[in-house]
């Protein structure tokens, strides 16, 4: 029988093979991977936890916070405050920066997170999940603030997510390519199920929110007709369309089959870049997109290039297959 693998066990190896995983950033995605096993349990929960339905309140973004989207938080922070890994924390759900409490240990990290992407789906049962993304504090001896947080997704040491689906599977990157954990409830801990993803350069399938399309830019409503003339147009085949209208299960699906995801700016809100967030949904997912072997930009910029200006800032989203992504970019310039 093959021997297990479990997550402590992968990061131990990668950091004696590679080092680039020094312990303090390996407590860091432990105690991640720890309270992701925590959310999963209250999601799988669902009615019988209580934990469904809306908590009456609005997060910065507006949004109406689900029951589930307040515990995942508080349980990401109660879980990390106290490591000495952390210098501060920021959270699609909290206005401003969470620093760690004077009683605790600074650390040199900055951890950001989506703690339930896909609220929408929790109450009909739909997979969803935690997206996080891992920086380093810049030097200086002055306090952490939110500027710090305010680098390009290119300066990311660690970024993942976990999916609370039909299996309940951990998603990281370090900078040297994807590794998959699927969560053996049996064992209480993540196991290694697959290494080195890579996304197919093509693909004959696409994610997006259709009913936005009288909406959308010249470009993305031409790549979009296209693939939907599908053989008898000019891509000469036909194209499956999917929207799960939860990031996590979209880009998932794509790392794991290909495809492309988009949420372009439309003309809805022009001042609004798009509905993902810069920091905490698009900058991880498009760095383990492109370390699985795909591409991500906003129509005309590599996401990770992209320098931030605000904590909770919009971007445009077209990430997966390269080829595909390099067509709709093209088409936009
Ligand atoms: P729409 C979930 O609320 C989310 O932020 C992403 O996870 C998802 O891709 C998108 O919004 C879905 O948006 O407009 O289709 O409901």
Not at 27 to 48: D, P, T
Not at 225 to 248: H, T, Y
Request: net charge negative; with cysteine.
């Amino acid at each position: 029988m093959t021997q297990k693998i479990s997550l402590s066990r992968y990061l131990v190896e990668q950091q004696r093979s590679k080092g680039h995983i020094p312990s303090q950033l390996r407590l860091l995605l432990e105690v991640v991977a720890r309270a992701c096993k925590g959310i999963s349990h209250a999601v799988n929960k669902g009615a019988l936890g209580g934990v469904l339905g809306s908590a009456g309140s609005e997060n910065v973004q507006g949004e109406v916070q689900k029951k589930l989207d307040i515990i995942a938080n508080e349980v990401l922070i109660e879980a990390n405050e106290w490591g000495g890994h952390l210098a501060a924390m920021a959270s699609e759900e909290m206005d401003s920066i969470y620093l760690v409490p004077n009683r605790y240990p600074q650390g040199e990290y900055l951890l950001l997170f989506d703690p339930l992407d896909g609220s929408s789906n929790i109450d009909v049962n739909v997979s969803i999940g935690t997206i996080f993304s891992v920086l380093i504090k810049p030097e200086g001896p002055q306090a952490v603030s939110e500027q710090d947080f305010l680098q390009a997704g290119k300066h990311q040491v660690a970024a993942g997510y976990c999916v609370y689906g039909p299996q309940t599977t951990l998603v990281l990157t370090v900078g040297d390519g994807v590794a998959l954990f699927t969560l053996d409830r049996e064992q209480g801990s993540f196991v290694l199920t697959q290494e080195n993803l890579q996304i197919p350069q093509d693909t004959q399938e696409f994610a997006i929110n259709m009913s936005n399309m009288r909406h959308w830019d010249a470009p993305v409503k031409r790549y979009i007709d296209e693939c939907l003339l599908g053989q008898d147009g000019p891509r000469g085949k036909n194209f499956n369309m999917r929207w799960i209208a939860s990031m996590v299960a979209d880009v998932h699906r794509i790392l794991t089959r290909g495809g492309v995801f988009m949420y372009p700016w439309d003309k809805r809100e022009p001042n609004k870049a798009g509905k993902l967030r810069l920091m905490y949904e698009a900058n991880p997912m498009s760095w383990l997109v492109e370390q699985a072997g795909g591409a991500s930009t906003n129509g005309r910029t590599r996401i990770l290039d992209l320098q931030p200006t605000q904590l909770h800032e919009r971007v445009s989203v077209i990430l997966g297959s390269k080829n595909e992504v390099d067509r709709v970019t093209a088409y936009h310039h």
